[in-house]
T-cell receptor, first 112, second 114 residues
Framework: GQQLNQSPQSMFIQEGEDVSMNCTSS?????WLWYKQDPGEGPVLLIA?????ELTSNGRLTAQFGITRKDSFLNISASIPSDVGIYFC????????????FGKGTKLSVKP | ETGVTQTPRHLVMGMTNKKSLKCEQH?????MYWYKQSAKKPLELMFV???????ENNSVPSRFSPECPNSSHLFLHLHTLQPEDSALYLC?????????????FGSGTRLTVV
């Protein structure tokens, strides 16, 4: 089945630093999504990408849909303590087979 | 209430117990999903319902039994579970099956099997 490789697995950064994480796959996706999960909660959608090459921002977060449609990255600029959590990428095929396929997540820790 | 609500938030059960997890969505979505989240593993899709009809069952053991009485409610009935079934069980919904708007997740039920 399809798999997503998400890296890094975890990151320990200082407040104010920029963060970058990415997902790659051997499969082509029609949609890439980035979620954040806080401790004890379900994942919350941050950014959705629908076209190859698309670059979308949500505040300090920027994500891109790779040209090959097999990868995506998420950048967080000027990190703050509340950015702590687990970030998941998810790829979606189209149509009735459009179930989301999730990466294993990147655990972000921010030191004040 | 808005969004996707899951109850209970925490559940501890013995291996011989029978319990049920409940999920309710107030978004008018037509598709609902059960996911299992274990430590250091990707989210595992368990069941998919579209318009109350099960459309996918990803080789889930029969000790997990889903029920979707209407498009707003989804249950996961549990019986004779094993300790390795301890995990966070997440419910999600989407506007339509395969819709491109992503899924809305509930806060999950943290299940511990003792």
């Amino acid at each position: 089945g399809q798999q997503l490789n998400q890296s890094p697995q975890s990151m320990f950064i200082q407040e104010g630093e920029d963060v970058s994480m990415n997902c790659t796959s051997s499969s082509i996706f029609n949609t890439w999504l980035w979620y954040k999960q806080d401790p004890g909660e379900g994942p919350v959608l941050l950014i959705a990408l629908y076209k190859a090459g698309e670059l979308t921002s949500n505040g300090r977060l920027t994500a891109q849909f790779g040209i090959t449609r097999k990868d995506s990255f998420l950048n967080i600029s000027a990190s703050i303590p509340s950015d702590v959590g687990i970030y998941f990428c998810a790829g979606q095929l189209g149509g009735s087979q459009g179930n989301l396929i999730f990466g294993k997540g990147t655990k972000l820790s921010v030191k004040p | 209430e808005t969004g996707v609500t899951q109850t209970p938030r925490h559940l501890v059960m013995g291996m011989t117990n029978k319990k049920s997890l409940k999920c309710e969505q107030h978004l008018g979505h037509n598709a609902m999903y059960w996911y299992k989240q274990s430590a250091k593993k990707p989210l595992e899709l368990m069941f998919v319902y579209s318009l109350e009809e099960r459309v996918e069952n990803n080789s889930v053991p029969s000790r997990f039994s889903p029920e979707c009485p209407n498009s707003s409610h989804l249950f996961l009935h549990l019986h004779t579970l094993q300790p390795e079934d301890s995990a966070l069980y997440l419910c999600a919904s989407s506007q339509v099956l395969g819709g491109r708007g992503g899924y809305t997740f509930g806060s999950g039920t943290r299940l511990t099997v003792v």
